[in-house]
């Protein structure tokens, strides 16, 4: 079975810029999180879809923004960016709704903003 | 926000070794898991506990959970170079998703 599949894993981008990063998550997983990971601020949690639907969300502005397509595979995209958005941005499947299970994360998407 | 701290911050050890490393946190729990993560690449789940449990074996690890002190602890017994990483704890309240500590940076030097 394969893994979760982030794209692209390396992406350089301007301060004002938006950015738009995929995950696919392991096939018939339906819930999809996705975390920043920063040094100062550790794994912080972004959102989070379950068959299309976002079931939670974490305290970002409205600058970032996610969906799920009925496929399960998931977007998260950001506008205007920041240079503190540089950061490591992983996701993360299940194949429940319950957040007390395993969670499969990707390899991440590496964003730097120049 | 995090919810858990992890202690220490960082350790080095010699091949062979054990390394025990710490998690506190704030809020009554459902679970608690650990994760470990190789250079700036994804989370591999390591083990679950859940809160009814007090401690869990899986190979080369030992997790113990103190609900009392909302404390756990997670073991690595005879260390290799291969664990070289960092080590999460996260936790699992109510409906809420993860929420994850900043991570012990585990060395095991050969």
């Known amino acids: 079975k394969a893994g979760v599949t982030q794209t692209p894993r390396y992406l350089i981008k301007t301060r004002g810029q938006q950015v738009t990063l995929s995950c696919s998550p392991i096939s018939g997983h339906r819930s999809v999180s996705w975390y920043q990971q920063t040094p100062g601020q550790g794994l912080q949690f972004l959102f989070e879809y379950f068959s299309e639907t976002q079931r939670n969300k974490g305290n970002f502005p409205g600058r970032f923004s996610g969906r799920q397509f009925s496929n399960s595979r998931s977007e998260m995209n950001v506008s205007t960016l920041e240079l503190g958005d540089s950061a490591l941005y992983l996701c993360?499947?299940?194949?429940?709704?319950?957040?007390?299970?395993?969670?499969?994360f990707g390899q991440g998407t590496r964003l730097t903003v120049v | 926000s995090q919810q858990g701290e992890e202690d220490p911050q960082a350790l080095s050890i010699q091949e062979g070794e054990n390394a025990t490393m710490n998690c506190s946190y704030k809020t009554s729990i459902n679970n608690l898991q650990w994760y470990r993560q190789n250079s700036g690449r994804g989370l591999v789940h390591l083990i679950l506990i859940r809160s009814n449990e007090r401690e869990k074996h899986s190979g080369r690890l030992r997790v113990t959970l103190d609900t009392s002190k909302k404390s756990s602890s997670l073991l690595i017994t005879a260390s290799r170079a291969a664990d070289t990483a960092s080590y999460f704890c996260a936790t699992v309240s109510g409906n809420t998703p993860l929420v994850f500590g900043k991570g012990t940076r585990l060395s095991v030097i050969a």
């Open positions: 993360a499947s299940r194949n429940t709704r319950d957040y007390g299970t395993e969670a499969f």
